[in-house]
């Protein structure tokens, strides 16, 4: 889980964790995530009043966006 996405920077590559997200996603993305859940940050979307979503692109192209809980950083 991603604690500050502050310390974060484009490119970065992170890790989407298929646990808390199964709940959330259609089955599609679920399946493309299992096969490779490691996605690159591309930039921030302000979801609701005071939480911002990371947006994450995949490995086959899609765009989607993901709390912080549900990325981790790859060290």
Do not use: C
Request: no cysteine; hydrophobic share 40%.
């Amino acid at each position: 889980m991603i604690k500050d996405s502050t310390t974060l920077t484009k490119g970065q590559s992170l890790r989407i964790e298929i646990n808390e997200v199964k709940d959330r996603l259609p089955h599609n993305i679920l399946e493309i995530i299992k096969r490779e859940p490691i996605a690159e940050l591309v930039g921030y979307k302000l979801v609701d009043g005071n939480q911002f979503g990371l947006v994450v692109k995949l490995k086959n192209g899609d765009i989607n966006w993901f709390f912080e809980n549900e990325l981790s950083e790859i060290l």
